[in-house]
Nanobody
Framework: QVQLVESGGGLAQAGGSLRLSCAAA????????MGWFRQAPGREREFVAA????????SYADVVKGRFTISRDNAKNTLYLQMNSLKPEDTAVYYC??????????????????WGQGTQVTVSS
């Protein structure tokens, strides 16, 4: 059974940092683009960041660029999201996902066939 399991969420103060991890089990995703998405209450799910299989290319939403860093360790089959300079508007459930479809852009969640269960990130002001 393929699973993506996020961890590392929690409560942080504005200006603080958190590091999310996403451990994959059941198959290897070293050749897949991986991404982070988030969903705040009452809002649609939005793209946060993505990284190619080799880790050589990363992409970020404008609202997190310069503050968040996506990385991966293929030997550990694990994806990371380092979040610095957190803002209250970063509060959301964060999901990791593995891209399995290539009919659209990497910013579209529909291109991702495997998803984690999500981890809550709450940033207080």
């Amino acid at each position: 059974q393929v699973q993506l399991v996020e961890s590392g969420g929690g409560l942080a103060q504005a200006g603080g940092s958190l590091r999310l991890s996403c451990a994959a089990a059941g198959r290897t995703f070293s050749s897949n683009t991986m991404g982070w998405f988030r969903q705040a209450p009452g809002r649609e799910r939005e793209f946060v960041a993505a990284i190619t299989g080799s880790g050589s290319v990363t992409s970020y939403a404008d609202v997190v660029k310069g503050r968040f860093t996506i990385s991966r360790d293929n030997a550990k089959n694990t994806l990371y999201l380092q979040m610095n300079s957190l803002k209250p508007e970063d509060t959301a459930v964060y999901y990791c996902a593995a891209r399995t479809y290539y009919s659209g852009t990497k910013y579209d969640g529909k291109q991702y066939g495997y998803w984690g269960q999500g981890t809550q990130v709450t940033v207080s002001s």
